[in-house]
């Protein structure tokens, strides 16, 4: 989605509604990336869960399809960098394992 606006004598210019995700700097552990580029429609996880290898932790839709995307290793989870609604392009961190 964009933004635009548009003052007499000037042409308009779409500017993005919001910045990409960025991995916070003070996370620590190890990120979990998205696989595939599309929008977390529900998030299965909040900090402090403990996880096994395999957990679900979020699905994505993406191209009307829908894709569970589970945890590479087990862990505790020291942050979640999304939320139900947000767009991700491959390679984002969804989330940060300890």
Do not use: C, F, H, N
Not at 46 to 58: N, Q, V
């Amino acid at each position: 989605s964009y933004q635009v606006s548009v003052s007499p004598g000037d042409s308009a210019a779409p500017v993005p509604a919001s910045p990409a995700l960025a991995p916070a700097a003070t996370a620590r552990g190890t990120p979990v990336p998205a696989p595939l580029a599309g929008t977390v429609i529900a998030l299965k996880v909040k900090p402090g869960d403990t996880l096994a290898a395999g957990d679900l932790i979020l699905i994505l839709e993406a191209m009307k399809m829908e894709t569970e995307v589970r945890t590479p290793r087990a862990g505790r989870i020291v942050a979640v960098a999304v939320k139900a609604g947000d767009s991700v392009r491959l390679g984002d961190r969804l989330l940060t394992l300890e």
